[in-house]
């Protein structure tokens, strides 16, 4: 893990600092290959030296942002998705509302969260549903979502239990970094609007081409470059809605690596009732 630097107060801009302007308070987690993390689910792409890297560490070397100060950013570099390895994921999520969760969610696997997004989405869903969706997989999945309060059972249907206490995230930026070839960046942070609020291109400079402008904004993807030393990102009060099940990665594993508790474990089984 890296500690660099970043700084709270109302709303939230991530602003590219000199060093003889850095805020005296500062602290993000910035995570990659290097934090030793396989305990929780999350792999990385590992690092190639060349221009692109250096582009990237020199990014973060002068990142700041403000916050309300509940809010926390981590950053993920080159996390292993199915969609590929985005260069960067930042994940901005209120601490207090994931410290109110047991430690049995330190215990789910990444299909749980795939039946997780499923309920969220249509708020409801019967036991019967989850296991012709899911199969057994879906049955065990439920186990552990019940024992981690993130779901309630009630008369074999299934709800999200409290969703805004359940997904902590207010927002999970992801950026692209290229050097040259902007139109293969377009395409993957295209790709990363699949789990991302908003998804960005980082470039040297601010393109001149008219068509690398339209077709980004043609693909809902923002262009951003350090000639433009700010970027604001308009939160919501309360958490975001997942966009799939990679949002609830991104969202657990975000307070996963800020420091939690050790997991224990708890019994509860739920079976189909005769109908």
Known sequence: MLECSCCFAIGFDITLMTKSHLPENWSYKLVDSGFGVENIGVRFRTARPGPEEDFIC???????C???????LTIFKEPRIETGSPDLVGVIWHLPTAERW???????QRPDYRVMQYIFQTQSASLLTIKSLFKNQG???????AAANMILIERNVVSTNSPSAQYAVRHIFAIEAKINAWRKALHQAFLNRWFACSSHVLLPQMPSSVTMISEARALGVRV??????KMTLNLPSAPSDPLSYVSWLFNDWAWKVWGHVSPTYAESKHTLMDQ
């Open 139 to 145: 049955m065990d999945s439920i186990d552990r979502l």
């Open 224 to 229: 951003w470059s350090p000639q433009v030393s």
């Open 58 to 64: 020199k990014f973060l070397g002068k990142l700041s």
């Open 66 to 72: 403000q916050g309300e100060p509940d809010l926390k």
């Open 102 to 108: 047991n430690a049995n969610r330190l215990l789910l």
